[in-house]
């Protein structure tokens, strides 16, 4: 079954950068069959789209954060990763990666490509203290 | 940008009893694109319906959603120990590209 794993410091400086990777294992991210996202979760908060990367190195950031985002993919050891620069307390959080995958649903008569967000990471803790 | 508002902030519930959770989008948007997740304390969100209303892949009956426009809606028919948990609803296609609801909580009364 497919899983993913983030890992990286769990302790990052103020003005810093993070920097996170997600591993995935049981699919390969160079079928193209799919985009690779990240999503954070500051403690006792709600979710946080950050981005999205595509095998091609394509990818879509969310603007609030999209000056201090950069991400990647290394087909061949079949990760992805985020870098955060110049992060601040605001930025400590539970840092998720997960899958983007799409399918056909039926929207009144018509067939219509959806896409949703099937499999997640465990989550990987990011504080930013001195 | 697309605000999806999630009611109530907290719903208390007994085990058996049935649970209705809100989800409003600021606009107009596509059923299809509109998922619902569970998340419990220390775990990754779990995918339940994508496009409104389609469960994903072993999610129990007792799990539905429906809606339309800018009014959606997960119900839970009869509620197991296991759903207490936090519940968000998510769109997909504006900018940001991917965007939550702030989540409502289900709690044993």
């Known amino acids: 079954q497919v899983q993913l794993q983030e890992s990286g410091p769990g302790l990052v400086k103020p003005s810093q950068t993070l920097s996170l990777t997600c591993t995935v294992s049981?699919?390969?991210?160079?079928?193209?069959?799919?985009?690779w996202s990240w999503i954070r979760q500051p403690a006792g908060k709600g979710l946080e789209w950050i981005g999205q990367i595509y095998t091609s190195g394509s990818t879509n950031y969310n603007p609030s954060l999209k000056s201090r985002v950069t991400m990647s993919v290394d087909t061949s050891k079949n990760q992805f990763s985020l870098k955060l620069t110049s992060v601040t307390a605001a930025d400590t959080a539970l840092y998720f990666c997960a899958r983007d995958a799409s399918a056909y649903v039926r929207d009144n008569s018509r067939s219509t490509k959806t896409y949703f967000m099937d499999v997640w990471g465990i989550g990987s803790t990011v504080t930013v203290s001195s | 940008e697309i605000v999806l508002t999630q009611s109530p902030g907290t719903l208390s519930l007994s085990p058996g009893e049935r649970a209705t959770l809100s989800c409003r989008a600021s606009?107009?948007?596509?059923?299809?694109?509109l998922a619902w997740y569970q998340q419990k304390p220390g775990q990754a969100p779990r995918l339940l319906i994508y496009g409104a209303s389609n469960r994903a892949t072993g999610i129990p009956d007792r799990f539905s959603g429906s809606g339309s426009g800018t009014a959606f809606t997960l119900t839970i028919s009869r509620l197991e120990p296991e759903d207490f948990a936090f519940y968000y609803c998510?769109?997909?296609?504006?900018?940001?590209?991917?965007?939550f609801g702030q989540g409502t909580k289900v709690e044993i009364k």
């Open positions: 606009q107009s948007v596509l059923s299809s694109y």
């Open positions: 049981g699919a390969s991210i160079s079928s193209g069959l799919y985009y």
């Open positions: 998510q769109y997909y296609g504006y900018s940001p590209l991917w965007t």
